[in-house]
């Protein structure tokens, strides 16, 4: 079945700066890439995904890029602010269920 | 539009006990998954249902269950509670028929088995 890895864990940075976490995937098979920020006490809210046929997408400050054929993607932060501060996760669609990252928390420094 | 709801959002368990669980998609979606999301493995997908079918099964025993009604919303039943059943669990909707579609989070209920 699919696997997820997901990098780093945690990750600070000072306010401004960029933060950039990494995916890797082993199903060729998988198609759509969603990425949801978690906030304590509260459940995943998706801020970008990308399907398959796509190899950028940006969304203001939040952008995901997707290699598919070294079955990674990644996403992107910019001018982070401390409310980017939560537990970000990245996953993939294997026939419909989410297949989901360990999860990175990022720690923004003001 | 109102997001995905979960009731209840806090419950206490004995062990052996059994718990339900419910959840309200948005309005609209046919779809919801569900999921255990727990610190030492993470976010685990359960089921899926879509017009009351079960679309798709994760790896977990029997003793996890679940139902869609005719109006999208969903249940999930646990039998013979287990202490590593301790868990958030999450329920998730969906609009798009195709299995790719994107999916919403509600805010989760904190199972504590004891």
């Known amino acids: 079945g699919e696997n997820v890895e997901q990098h780093p864990s945690t990750l600070s940075v000072q306010e401004g700066d960029s933060a950039v976490i990494k995916c890797t995937y082993s199903d060729s098979a998988s198609n759509y890439f969603p990425w949801y920020k978690q906030e304590l006490g509260k459940g995943p809210q998706l801020i970008i995904d990308?399907?398959?046929?796509?190899g950028e997408k940006k969304d203001q400050r939040i952008a995901v890029t997707l290699n598919k054929t070294a079955k990674h993607f990644s996403l992107h932060i910019t001018e982070t602010q401390p409310e980017d501060s939560a537990v970000y996760f990245c996953a993939a669609s294997q026939g419909g269920k989410l297949i989901f990252g360990q999860g990175t928390e990022l720690s923004v420094k003001p | 539009k109102a997001g995905v709801t979960q009731t209840p959002r806090y419950l206490i368990k004995t062990r052996g006990q059994q718990v339900t669980l419910s959840c309200s998609p948005i309005s609209g979606h046919r779809s919801v998954s569900w999921y255990q999301q727990t610190p030492g493995q993470g976010l685990q997908f359960l089921f899926e249902y879509f017009s009351e079918t079960q679309r798709n099964k994760g790896n977990f025993p029997g003793r996890f269950s679940g139902r869609q009604f005719s109006n999208s919303r969903s249940e999930m039943n646990v039998s013979t509670l287990e202490l590593g059943d301790s868990a958030l669990y999450l329920c998730?909707?969906?609009?798009?028929?195709?299995?790719?579609?994107?999916?919403?989070f509600g805010p989760g209920t904190r199972l504590t088995v004891t």
């Open positions: 990308i399907r398959s046929n796509v």
């Open positions: 998730a909707s969906s609009f798009f028929k195709r299995e790719e579609g994107e999916q919403y």
